[in-house]
């Protein structure tokens, strides 16, 4: 039996057109659950891809240092938790980067000392801002385009820093401030390079570059009582494949300097990016199933207009039939009235959505939403499930109804 | 009962019964009704109201089932049809005018008319070509686009009665074709039937105007579910009592005051 379904798609076009206030409001009942929908997933796979990006730029030679026990499952707090909130215990050394370094397969090594205190430059005080001392190594492995100048390196003045942009506009007022000074911890410190722009304050160095400003390690001790306090150690392999022996030695040696005790733990890409996906993958179910409810609401509101129309064209089902409509031919006509409405909703709402995303992403946000097929098929796929899942009682119900009876009705 | 070896009768009713409520309520409305309709024969069924006319029209479409009895439809019984076969069935070999002319009111002329088409599987254009052609056969060409509700009562059920025609029916059921309409519009309608009977249809017509069984081939009279009497009408008498108007004489002032009315409406 024919389904004319390009015959289906005329009528409920005719009809929809027919009560356009109601179809509307109908429509827009799910834009707003695919909407939803959409912004949060676009915004969660945003996230979750910036971490990843992050990760892959590492090129699969790096591994991270930290203190802390790595007995539990590795959370996301350890990724992105503040380098300060575990300063005051750090259980890692001077001598473990040392010891590191030695390792032969070890290209490069750079620890991450996180300085408490503000910085100052004429009266300017900006309310975000970090000090971190570490190496020249640090440029080694993590790539870092400079705006202006150079990075720290071995014959630089231990009284100089590098800054980020965003920290130099709030110190200075202008990103062009190489040679000009700022104050910290009673130090007065030339500008001698900074960073361009990132705009990732997540990522694995758990420090918004942005607002930072490097010193040399040696100073950073100065600070700190003359002992090297690091919240991490950033290793780079010689090649991605020697990664796992290095991981090794860095254990064993660290093991033997910290008298047996493992109170450290090292994580390498994979475990950099699996646990902040697995929490980005949780907070975005949790949230699409809020949003869920919305749509709900929104398939209710189809399969009450849904059912209204069918009471209202009682008379007209039972006409169909005596002209040889089959139970088929009207559930189809009912199902297909309702797609279109779920699916104009999802395609609305899909829009709708990103362009909520993007002006959410850009007033509060530091990342972009991501556009993904995947997305995209969820929310038409979701649309068109709306749909078929409130469409279909209204439908069957028409199909159902006697055509005497039917014929019978008058309005 | 008689089943012709060569060619079956078209309709073949053996004690068909239909009883509606239950327990003390039941009420038969069909009481065991034998019949047997050839094709090309043009049958009035007369009789007081609740005698069970519609009921036994809307069995005879296929819209309802018997309780009791064999149908035989064409030489084939319909009892164990599914749901899907019976409105096949509809759809190829049964068209209906209805006496409240039942066109889809969201749907303009040409469209009702196409609307069984739509069921066969035909497609769009060829569709309204079909209608086309069949509403140029009723007069109604310059009508094609207007919207139910713009016409008058007879032109109304001329759409129904093209809309009946179009995919070809063997039977034609008719449920008091006239009984909204005017002496005048009723005559041009039986005009018409009676056209359609000429070509070789068979019709069925549900009446209460015993004037329209003139136009008829035989008469069933019917009295509390069964049939009264059954006769035949003659064919020589058939122009002496309907000789007054003729369809052609009609065609041209019908449009016109046609045209009046729907304005007045």
Redesign the interface.
């Known amino acids: ?2 389904l ?1 379904i ?2 289906h798609f005329a009528n409920a076009y ?2 929809l057109r ?1 009560n356009r206030m109601r179809t509307t409001l109908t429509i827009l009942g799910v834009t707003i659950g695919i909407a939803s929908i959409t912004v949060i997933l676009s915004l969660s796979s945003g996230a979750s891809r910036l971490v990843t990006s992050q990760v892959g730029q590492l090129g699969g030679s790096t591994a991270i240092v930290r203190p802390g026990s790595p007995m539990r499952d590795l959370q996301l707090s350890d990724i992105t938790a503040s380098l300060g909130g575990t300063a005051t215990v750090s259980s890692l050394t001077e001598q473990d980067l040392i010891t590191i370094k030695n390792i032969p397969e070890v290209e490069a090594a750079a620890p991450l000392m996180l300085l408490s205190g503000s910085l100052t430059a004429s009266d300017e005080t900006p309310d975000k801002s970090s000090l971190v001392a570490t190496t020249p190594d640090f440029i080694n492995i993590t790539p870092l385009d400079m705006i202006d100048g150079q990075f720290i390196d071995s014959v630089t003045n231990q009284e100089t820093a590098v800054i980020g942009a965003q920290l130099s506009v709030d110190l200075f007022g202008t990103e062009q401030s190489i040679g000009r000074t700022f104050r910290t911890h009673g130090t007065t410190f030339t500008v001698i390079g900074i960073i361009k722009r990132q705009n990732n304050p997540i990522n694995y160095n758990n420090i918004d570059l942005d607002h930072t400003a490097i010193i040399s390690l040696e100073i950073g001790k100065n600070f700190n009582q003359g002992v090297a306090s690091l919240q991490q150690i950033n290793i780079k392999s010689t090649s991605p494949d020697k990664l796992a022996g290095v991981v090794e030695q860095t254990k064993n040696t660290i093991q033997s300097n910290h008298f047996g005790e493992t109170n450290f733990s090292i994580m390498t890409d994979d475990d950099l990016v699996r646990p902040s996906n697995e929490l980005f993958a949780a907070i975005s179910a949790t949230l699409s199933t809020v949003a869920a409810i919305s749509l709900i609401v929104g398939g209710i509101g189809i399969m009450n207009i849904m059912l209204v129309g069918v009471t209202e064209r009682t ?2 089902i ?12 009207i559930t189809w006509q009912f199902l297909i009235e309702s797609l279109v409405m779920s699916s104009a909703g999802g395609v609305l709402g899909y829009l709708a959505g990103y362009l909520a995303a993007f002006a959410i992403s850009r007033s509060f946000l530091t990342f972009d939403p991501a556009f993904t097929w995947t997305i995209a098929g969820v929310a038409l796929g979701v649309s068109v499930l709306v749909g078929t899942l409130f469409g279909l009682y209204p439908a069957i119900r028409a199909a159902r109804k006697d ?2 009876e039917a ?1 019978r009705q008058y309005h | 009962m008689k089943k012709a070896a060569t060619t079956p009768p078209v309709i073949a009713l053996s004690g068909l019964t239909k009883r509606y409520g239950v327990g003390d309520a039941t009420h038969t409305v069909l009481n065991g009704v034998d019949l047997v309709i050839e094709k090309g024969e043009f049958i009035a069924i007369m009789g007081p109201s609740g005698c069970g006319k519609t009921t036994l029209l ?1 069995i005879l ?1 296929l ?2 089932h018997a309780d009791d009895g064999d149908y035989f439809l064409d030489g084939r019984s319909v009892d164990t049809l599914s ?2 076969k019976r ?2 069935i ?3 070999q ?1 068209g ?1 005018v ?1 006496q409240n002319f ?5 749907l303009n002329v040409i469209d009702n008319v196409a ?2 088409l ?4 035909v497609g ?1 254009t060829k569709r309204l070509k079909e209608a086309s052609k069949m509403l140029a056969t009723f007069h109604l060409s310059e009508r094609e686009y207007y919207m139910p509700w713009q016409l008058s009562g007879g032109q109304t059920q001329r759409v129904a009665i093209a ?1 009946a025609l179009v ?1 070809n029916p063997s039977i034609v059921l008719a449920d008091e074709p006239t009984g909204n309409l005017d002496s005048r519009s009723s005559h041009v309608i039986m005009e018409e039937l009676a056209d359609i009977h000429a070509r070789g249809n068979t019709i069925i017509m549900v009446t209460h105007n015993p004037d329209l069984t003139s136009y008829a081939s035989r008469v069933i009279r019917m009295l509390d579910g069964k049939i009264d009497s059954d006769t035949k009408v003659p064919r020589a008498q058939k122009p002496e009592t309907a000789p007054k108007i003729r369809l052609d004489s009609l065609v041209k002032p019908v449009k016109k005051s046609g045209k009046k009315k729907g304005r007045k409406k």
């Not at chain 1, 039972?318 to 031919?329: D, E, Q, V």
């Not at chain 2, 739509?118 to 599987?121: D, I, L």
């Open positions: 039996m024919r004319l390009a015959n005719e009809s027919s008379r007209e039972g006409i169909r039939k005596a002209l040889g409509a089959s139970n088929t031919h055509p005497i014929l | 809307n479409g819209l309802d749901g899907g409105a096949q509809r759809s190829s049964v209906f209805f039942n066109l889809v009111p969201r609307l069984p739509t069921y066969r599987g769009h809309r995919n």
